[in-house]
């Protein structure tokens, strides 16, 4: 039976790394000397995914008693429930153990290539569903419930700049599904205050070599003589996860209800770029060699965001230069 949410002895201080042993090192300290978290419960679904280890740190620091959830079959700890979001009355179990007071659903498929599109449109969809569903039926209200959603659905926009007011154009099935996913949480947003976030590419420690920039690192930290990749020519706004998680953070403190983020750092780098600033760090050139197998013809060719509207509403941003998280990615 759940402790009563009155009962302090149900509350003890949480552990800055919750459910989790040592994590990614890192030297970007959370700023949140106000511990506007102190008392309060906030749920994390995906828990042991790379975003989730940032922002259970960054929770946790601002007082915060961090729950997350992770799939069944993988270990627990403190704090840490083995929920499959597909499955709609474990769901709601969970949420009426938990009762968070802040929520930050990360939990979902973020591989743009995942080959299973069906497992894609169910878990990004239907699972993010079976959550609001849960929350909005739950005794304890939460304050702010925050959706990760992704600057992929926008697809190849004509704009140099990207704005939350720019019309959504996705490009694959993983964007088609965060958009059909901020569709379906329009219907819940009557019920609960729902912040949409989306994010564009973010990187840092503990980011699987699935993704671009990992790949790229590893390949230098082994002091590989070679590399293949995709276009070269290909721009993203390249963000640290560490400032990813502090914007969500400041955006369950402000709780903008209804309201949808870009988080970015507002800077774009090309892939030659990133090669470059990687080479000056490692101390070496790498051959890159283009592999057609990697060009995929309906990539998004620039991703460039406006973080304006999210530093009205949380203040200034100061995203480190990517030459620092790479550098960070690198040596450490």
Not at 13 to 41: C, H, M, N, V
Request: aromatic content about 6%.
């Amino acid at each position: 039976m759940p402790a009563s949410r009155s009962d302090p002895q149900s509350d003890p201080k949480p552990d800055p790394k919750p459910g989790s042993g040592a994590g990614p090192g890192t030297d970007l300290q959370p700023d949140a000397d106000l511990r506007e978290g102190e008392g309060k419960r906030a749920l994390i679904t995906g828990l042991r995914g790379f975003t989730g280890y940032y922002v259970a740190r960054e929770l946790a620091a601002a007082g915060y008693r961090v729950f997350g959830t992770v799939m069944p079959g993988n270990d627990l700890g403190t704090d840490v429930l083995a929920v499959d979001l597909c499955d709609r009355a474990a769901v709601a179990a969970m949420v009426e153990q938990v009762q968070p007071d802040v929520v930050v659903h990360l939990a979902g498929i973020a591989f743009v290539a995942h080959s299973d599109a069906e497992q894609i449109y169910r878990v990004n969809v239907v699972g993010t569903r079976n959550l609001l569903e849960a929350l909005a039926g739950a005794r304890h209200k939460a304050a702010s419930v925050l959706l990760a959603s992704s600057a992929n659905i926008y697809g190849n926009a004509d704009v140099a700049v990207i704005d939350e007011n720019v019309a959504p154009a996705p490009a694959n099935d993983y964007a088609v599904s965060k958009l059909a996913m901020e569709y379906m949480a329009r219907l819940w947003m009557d019920k609960l205050p729902i912040i949409i976030a989306r994010p564009f590419n973010y990187t840092g420690q503990g980011q699987s070599d699935n993704f671009l920039l990992p790949k790229i690192v590893s390949h230098f930290r082994r002091r590989e003589r070679s590399i293949e990749l995709g276009n070269l020519a290909i721009a993203r706004d390249f963000s640290d996860v560490r400032m990813v998680a502090r914007s969500y953070r400041r955006l369950l403190a402000a709780a903008p209800r209804g309201e949808t983020f870009n988080i970015c750092s507002g800077r774009s780098n090309s892939l030659a770029d990133v090669i470059d600033l990687a080479s000056t760090i490692a101390g070496y050139r790498i051959e890159v060699q283009v592999n057609p197998a990697f060009v995929r013809a309906n990539d998004v060719l620039t991703l460039s965001g406006s973080n304006a509207k999210l530093a009205r509403v949380i203040g200034p941003l100061d995203p480190p230069p990517l030459a620092e998280t790479l550098r960070w990615m690198v040596q450490g």
